[in-house]
């Protein structure tokens, strides 16, 4: 039974092409966190969501948005994608702050 | 700041026991760790929220040093199962953080028959 879904699991982009992520989770949890983990590296939080407020990270580029209409869906827009954006981007949910993230399985971004 | 964990890499027989470091040069509020599987997302172990907590999970424990800013996870009588990279997310304390984490770089652990 999955509980964090991700969608899609590959995503291939141009350069400079808009891209948009998903993420839908069954858990109901208030928070919901974007992550973009590099090959070999840890995850970078991006942004986070508490509810309906949102909190960007301060060294979060421009060029990354997100979106979240309601409890369950969260959507993270890359703007004018780089090759430097190529990553896996995680999402992940917790009932509260200071709980048990959970993460979706993630997307792995790839741009041409 | 990510905490800094040691060691970056340790190979192991099955059976073997091993002891990966977290270390913040901040005051901590908690300390998540997390194991992740090539290509695949990250899985909660456990979270230690109090000084001195310690918590275990059948042959997995981990400590949670509040005064020094450190965290272990201990891995006893290892399994195939456990290699994967380790990491360890750290809440800074005081303020409101939202609950988000820092993690550390990860320490790769390779478990051999």
């Known amino acids: 039974d999955a509980m964090v879904i991700q969608n899609p699991r590959y995503q291939v982009t141009q350069f400079g092409k808009p891209v948009t992520l998903s993420c839908s989770q069954t858990?109901?949890?208030?928070?919901m966190y974007w992550y973009q983990q590099k090959s070999s590296q840890a995850p970078k939080l991006l942004f986070h969501?508490?509810?309906?407020?949102?909190?960007n990270e301060a060294d979060t580029p421009d060029n990354f948005q997100s979106r979240r209409p309601n409890t369950s869906f969260c959507f993270l827009d890359i703007r004018s994608p780089g090759l430097g954006d190529a990553a896996m981007y995680l999402c992940?949910?917790?009932?509260?702050?200071?709980?048990?993230?959970?993460f979706g399985p993630g997307t792995r971004l790839l741009v041409l | 700041q990510q905490p800094v964990q040691s060691p970056q890499a340790v190979i192991l027989r099955e059976g073997e026991d091993a002891v990966i470091n977290c270390s913040s040069s901040?005051?901590?509020?908690?300390v998540h760790w997390y194991r992740q599987k090539h290509g695949e997302a990250p899985v909660f172990l456990m979270i230690l929220l109090k000084g001195g907590e310690q918590k275990g999970h059948e042959k997995i424990s981990a400590s949670f040093n509040e005064k020094k800013q450190q965290s272990s996870l201990y891995l006893t009588a290892s399994q195939l199962s456990y290699s994967g990279t380790y990491f360890c997310?750290?809440?800074?304390?005081?303020?409101?953080?939202?609950?988000?984490?820092?993690f550390g770089q990860g320490t790769e652990l390779s478990v051999k028959p």
């Open positions: 901040k005051a901590l509020y908690s």
């Open positions: 858990l109901n949890h208030n928070v």
């Open positions: 997310g750290t809440e800074p304390a005081g303020g409101n953080q939202g609950g988000k984490l820092i």
């Open positions: 969501y508490y509810d309906k407020d949102f909190n």
């Open positions: 992940a949910t917790s009932r509260d702050r200071i709980e048990t993230q959970y």
